[in-house]
């Protein structure tokens, strides 16, 4: 069975930490290029951050460069996404997800996906 179990979503004020994880079973994540999504109410879900099987480089979006980093634990089978000096417009569902490919994407077209996390920063 392929499961991603996401967790640390909450509720974090404006320049706050958290730090989200991604259990993975079913499959090795080593094996896979990864990536973070978001959604936030009534818009499209965007990627944040990838990791390429290929190579292992790292990708961020625009607005969470520098703020985010994405990493994988191979020993636990898990991923992670740190979220510092978050501001209000960060507020989203955050999903993990994997995916077959050689290269990651901030495309919807990934294998695998969480059930999503809530993230709220207040000001």
């Known amino acids: 069975e392929v499961q991603l179990v996401e967790s640390g979503g909450g509720l974090v004020r404006a320049e706050g930490s958290l730090r989200l994880s991604c259990a993975v079973s079913?499959?090795?994540?080593?094996?896979?290029?990864i990536g973070w999504f978001r959604q936030a109410p009534g818009r499209e879900r965007e990627g944040v951050s990838c990791?390429?099987?290929?190579?292992?480089?790292?990708y961020y979006a625009d607005s969470v460069k520098g703020r985010f980093t994405i990493s994988v634990d191979n020993a636990k089978n898990t991923m992670y996404l740190q979220m510092s000096s978050l501001k209000p417009e960060d507020t989203a569902v955050y999903y993990c997800?994997?995916?077959?490919?050689?290269?990651?994407?901030?495309?919807?077209?990934?294998?695998?996906w969480g059930q999503g996390t809530q993230v709220t920063v207040s000001s």
């Open positions: 997800a994997a995916d077959s490919n050689m290269y990651c994407s901030f495309t919807d077209r990934y294998d695998y």
């Open positions: 079913g499959f090795t994540v080593r094996d896979y290029s």
């Open positions: 990791i390429s099987k290929a190579g292992g480089n790292t």
